[in-house]
């Protein structure tokens, strides 16, 4: 089961093309996705990250959280499960 990351703190310059590549030095990366808003277009300025391995989830964790990524500190955890 792929390890789900929430990213937060996210610059506005940053899509899903430069997430996945910040987060894809510490694994496999099977999605990446910045939330967007509906009207605007514009980065609500966080998203998800999703991850083949467990581990590799932990790696990124450590090696991320509160790293510098396009002049911001982003915060990276675990995410919630999602309620359906």
Not at 38 to 62: K, L, M, P, Y
């Given at each position: 089961?792929?390890?789900?990351?929430?990213?937060?703190?996210?610059?506005?310059?940053?899509?899903?093309?430069?997430?996945?590549?910040?987060?894809?030095?510490?694994?496999?990366?099977?999605?990446?996705?910045?939330?967007?808003?509906?009207?605007?277009?514009?980065?609500?300025?966080?998203?998800f990250v999703e991850f083949e391995q467990e581990a590799d989830a932990e790696n990124a964790i450590n090696g991320l959280n509160e790293q510098d990524l396009n002049g911001r500190n982003i915060r990276v955890s675990h995410a919630k499960p999602q309620n359906h």
């Amino acid at each position: 089961m792929p390890a789900r990351l929430f990213v937060g703190n996210l610059s506005w310059s940053v899509d899903d093309g430069a997430l996945h590549q910040a987060f894809s030095q510490y694994g496999n990366v099977v999605k990446a996705h910045v939330l967007k808003d509906r009207e605007t277009g514009r980065s609500r300025g966080f998203g998800f990250v999703e991850f083949e391995q467990e581990a590799d989830a932990e790696n990124a964790i450590n090696g991320l959280n509160e790293q510098d990524l396009n002049g911001r500190n982003i915060r990276v955890s675990h995410a919630k499960p999602q309620n359906h």
